[in-house]
């Protein structure tokens, strides 16, 4: 059974940086595509960053693009995500989720698409 475990999340002020990572073991990461999610208290989890199990393709939402980065390094079986320039409004739980069903070079979007999940980690950007 497939285990994620996310980390590096913490307080920052406004502009700052933190990198999350998510460890998954069980099975190789690179049978998934990978993707970051995060929610804030009150709204719905909503898509950040997805990479393709080959690691090829990647996928932001508008609002992180140019600022985040989504990264894998399948010999230590982790997916991280850089996030640099924080806003308040990165403030959420983020969580990984693991999708083994989709194509080598599909980086998906849709949180139905992810079958695994992460118990999430906490990012508080202070103003």
């Known amino acids: 059974q497939v285990q994620l475990v996310e980390s590096g999340g913490g307080l920052v002020q406004a502009g700052g940086s933190l990198r999350l990572s998510c460890a998954v073991s069980?099975?190789?990461?690179?049978?998934?595509?990978m993707g970051w999610f995060r929610q804030a208290p009150g709204k719905e989890r909503e898509f950040v960053a997805a990479i393709s199990k080959s690691g090829e393709i990647t996928s932001y939402t508008d609002s992180v693009k140019g600022r985040f980065t989504i990264s894998r390094d399948n010999a230590k079986n982790t997916v991280y995500l850089q996030m640099n320039s924080l806003k308040p409004e990165a403030t959420a739980v983020y969580y990984c989720g693991g999708d083994q069903d989709g194509g080598n070079w599909y980086a998906g979007r849709r949180r139905h698409e992810y079958e695994s999940w992460g118990q999430g980690t906490q990012v508080t950007v202070s103003s």
């Open positions: 069980g099975r190789a990461v690179s049978s998934y595509g």
